[in-house]
């Protein structure tokens, strides 16, 4: 049976909260948000489109122009102005790039495979902050 948007919400936040260090809010780019609510206010100058159920689950976003944002039903990244926005049912993990942050890094790109083979890049903040993107989109592929 198809989990609910508010259930996959639910349990993708649990697993962020579970796999990341406090505080959540010391990172530069990345967070997770409890409710949509919260994510528009801070920007409302990223114009982004949700269906009625769909929840925002995590974001890193650098600029207006390099994002990459998790609902509970697409991944939305936009690299240097070009967007891309593809629903994330049936995908695979790909890799997740220099996550650990060796070397001065502060953000690196994940990937992950579509069921039609459509490889998908999403923005990672290194060091400890790698973990609310990471977890929330291994999280949402495994939860059906």
């Known amino acids: 049976m198809k989990k609910k948007d508010q259930s996959k919400h ?19 780019w990345t967070k997770f948000y ?4 919260s994510f528009f206010d801070e920007y409302s100058d990223i114009p982004i489109q949700l269906n009625e159920e769909e929840l ?10 390099n994002y990459s944002i998790l609902t509970t039903q697409k991944l939305i990244t936009s690299e240097n102005g070009i967007l891309e926005s593809d629903l994330i ?6 890799l ?3 996550f650990k942050g060796y070397g001065e890094e502060k953000l690196t790109f994940g990937k992950i495979i579509l069921e039609h083979g459509k490889i998908v890049k999403y923005f990672i903040e290194t060091g400890k902050a790698s973990m609310i993107m990471i977890q929330g989109i291994k999280t949402l ?3 059906k």
């Open 34 to 37: 409890e409710n949509n609510s």
């Open 56 to 65: 925002l689950i995590c974001s890193t976003i650098i600029n207006s122009e």
């Open 96 to 98: 997740y790039g220099n």
């Open 10 to 28: 639910r349990i993708c936040i649990s697993k962020i909260k579970r796999a990341t260090i406090k505080p959540y809010d010391a990172f530069q």
């Open 141 to 143: 592929i495994q939860v």
């Open 89 to 94: 049912i049936h995908a695979e993990n790909g």
